[in-house]
């Protein structure tokens, strides 16, 4: 089976409010992407790693590339506008013999071997698996009246999950889900995969899982890698 990765790094950070790509500031003693990328370089079922990135963090993620020794990293290309312009943008360059797709967002270091591989073997069955975990907080839909947000009501958040990446699909799935919708705005892939009438699985991630977006988001990301453990 073989499984190309797809990192998304083309992020412009704008919600990080800094002009550095996110990705590559240092968290403890290593720049952010280097966390997910060392796992994915050595899972015994990524055969290729993808990264797209953006015109002003391209040479840094080729040289963060060049010193850590991510041999499995066989290519750097340029994204586009949106997150799902960026996808496409990798999925052009995959491996022509591969079987699955796994797509990962940079913005979260804290993945690990084992679920990696419980995501790829939940694809391998089901075609399309994701991970995500639980909410745990209560969960209201609102709506703004001029200045105010007033609560229309409460869900129930027993069947709520906040998904996470990786995602991974059967090659042929992801291809189709994209060219079918490639003018279609999606949050993640499974969006687009769900509009073609297919079957997502969901895998239960981690809530160390985190996705680094805002300031504060750093901070918490700082007290999870001082004790991270990429088991």
Request: positive net charge.
């Amino acid at each position: 089976m073989l499984v190309s990765a797809i990192v998304v790094a083309a992020g412009k950070s704008k919600r990080f409010k800094t002009k550095t790509s996110k990705v590559i500031l240092k968290l403890g003693s290593k720049p952010v992407i280097v966390y997910s990328l060392g796992i994915l370089n050595e899972h015994p079922k990524i055969k290729e790693i993808i990264i797209v990135a953006n015109p002003q963090n391209f040479e840094s993620l080729r040289g963060i590339i060049k010193k850590n020794k991510f041999y499995k990293a066989v290519k750097v290309v340029l994204g586009g506008k949106k997150r799902k312009d960026s996808v496409a943008a990798g999925l052009r360059v995959i491996n022509s013999k591969a079987d699955f797709v796994l797509i990962h967002d940079a913005a979260r270091p804290f993945i690990t071997r084992d679920l990696v591989s419980l995501v790829i073997n939940e694809a391998y069955e089901s075609k399309a698996a994701i991970l995500g975990v639980p909410v745990k907080a209560t969960i209201k839909r609102c709506k703004l009246q001029g200045a105010e947000c007033m609560v229309k009501e409460t869900i129930d958040r027993k069947n709520i999950w906040e998904v996470q990446t990786p995602q991974v699909f059967a090659r042929d799935l992801i291809l189709k889900a994209y060219q079918r919708f490639s003018h279609s705005d999606a949050t993640d892939d499974a969006m687009l995969v769900e509009r073609l009438g297919a079957k997502v699985s969901v895998v239960l991630g981690s809530y160390k899982n985190i996705k680094i977006t805002t300031p504060e988001d750093f901070i918490i990301a700082k007290g999870v890698a001082y004790l991270w453990k990429p088991a």
